[in-house]
């Protein structure tokens, strides 16, 4: 089992930046992490991933050069440092790990792949 609670979201102005942070307890350290959003009315989609050693990381167009995940296994940690935020990266921010050991040394994008998620933190970008 692996538990996972998000902090970090707030209300921002388009441009700023914010910071989202992810702490882990359980079964954490081999797990690949990533961070996922859901606006309103739509599916919950993919923003990043990051593999156990934090060695190899992937993203989703829409927020490359604008966000970065990184992890810190020594705090059970993962973070996801966001800037030059636009209104259509408003929604609910969920952290997510998986179970699945072979899975480790990836950054999956697939949301069927995790298994554990966080209840989320809500980010509103104004504009």
């Known amino acids: 089992q692996e538990q996972l609670v998000e902090s970090g979201g707030g209300l921002v102005q388009a441009g700023g930046s914010l910071s989202l942070s992810c702490a882990a307890s359980g079964r954490t350290i081999t797990s690949a992490k990533a961070w996922f959003r859901q606006a309103p009315g739509k599916e919950r989609e993919f923003v990043a991933a990051?593999?156990?050693?934090?060695?190899?990381?992937d993203y989703t167009d829409s927020v490359k050069g604008r966000f970065t995940i990184w992890r810190d296994n020594r705090k059970d940690m993962v973070h996801l440092q966001m800037i030059s935020l636009k209104p259509e990266d408003t929604g609910v921010y969920y952290c997510a790990a998986t179970s699945d050991a072979s899975l480790s040394a990836a950054a999956p994008r697939n949301r069927d792949q995790y298994t554990y998620w966080g209840q989320g933190t809500q980010v509103t970008v104004s504009s």
């Open positions: 990051v593999n156990w050693d934090g060695g190899v990381t």
